[in-house]
Nanobody, 116 residues
């Protein structure tokens, strides 16, 4: 079983930055691909970023490309999402997730609110 614990989010002005973190339990974090998705009211769930086990390969949704950066620290079982140039449309609850042996796990969710 994998447990994912996320940092707190917050309220940020448009154009601002915020970094989210997500720490996983267990000793095999380096074997997990990790990602972040978000859920905004009335909108479909959107995977915004993902990262390979080694951290060398990343994926970004077009909506966040060049503004968000995903990274990981395998020594500390943590994945990060650095969000910059935030827009009001980035307002959502953000979740880190992984899929292990065909089962999905996600964190408790972090509210990010971007004011205009």
């Amino acid at each position: 079983q994998v447990q994912l614990v996320q940092s707190r989010g917050g309220l940020v002005q448009s154009g601002g930055s915020l970094r989210l973190s997500c720490t996983a339990s267990g000793r095999t974090f380096s074997s997990y691909r990790m990602g972040w998705f978000r859920q905004a009211p009335g909108k479909n769930r959107e995977t915004v970023a993902a990262i390979s086990r080694s951290g060398y390969t990343t994926y970004y949704a077009d909506s966040v490309k060049d503004r968000f950066a995903i990274s990981r620290d395998n020594a500390n079982n943590t994945v990060y999402l650095q969000m910059s140039s935030l827009k009001p449309e980035d307002t959502a609850v953000y979740y880190c997730y992984t899929i292990v042996s065909g089962r999905a796990y996600w964190g408790q969710g972090t509210q990010v609110t971007v004011s205009s």
